[in-house]
């Protein structure tokens, strides 16, 4: 059975950081995929970072390209997402996801493209 429980969220004022952790477990070897999304009240969901298992290619959203990092520890079956500089609309829930070779791909970004959904962490930005 997979598992993505997120870590790592918490409350924090402009301009600083956080770094979310995401640990996978069961079937992890599967995973093509691992991506970072969000949701904010009243908003839908939003892909915010994707990276590749085999072969390490990154994806951002244009809203925080040059902020966040995601990067992916394969010997912890850990993906992370560095937030830095962090503005009040980055204030969300956010969730990590696996996709798997079997699911369709709609891009890196899609909500479609992933199998495997954690919980999530509330991350809230303050001035």
């Known amino acids: 059975q ?13 301009g600083g950081s ?3 952790s995401c640990a996978a477990s069961g079937y992890s070897n599967s995973f ?4 970072w999304f969000r949701q904010a009240p ?3 969901r939003e892909g915010v970072a994707g990276v590749s ?9 244009d809203s925080v390209k040059g902020r966040f990092t995601i990067s992916l520890d394969s010997a912890k079956n850990t ?13 969300a829930m ?3 996801a696996a996709a ?15 199998r495997y959904w954690g919980r999530g962490t509330q991350v809230t930005v303050s001035s």
């Not at 093509?32 to 991506?35: I, L, V």
């Open 2 to 14: 997979v598992q993505l429980v997120e870590s790592g969220g918490g409350s924090v004022q402009t």
């Open 18 to 20: 956080l770094r979310l």
């Open 32 to 35: 093509t995929y691992m991506g």
């Open 42 to 44: 009243g908003k839908e």
């Open 53 to 61: 298992t085999s072969h390490g290619s990154t994806h951002y959203a």
């Open 79 to 91: 993906v992370y997402l560095q937030m830095s500089n962090l503005k009040s609309e980055d204030t």
């Open 94 to 96: 956010y969730t990590c």
């Open 100 to 114: 798997i070779l079997n699911n369709a791909w709609y891009g890196a970004l899609s909500t479609r493209s992933y």
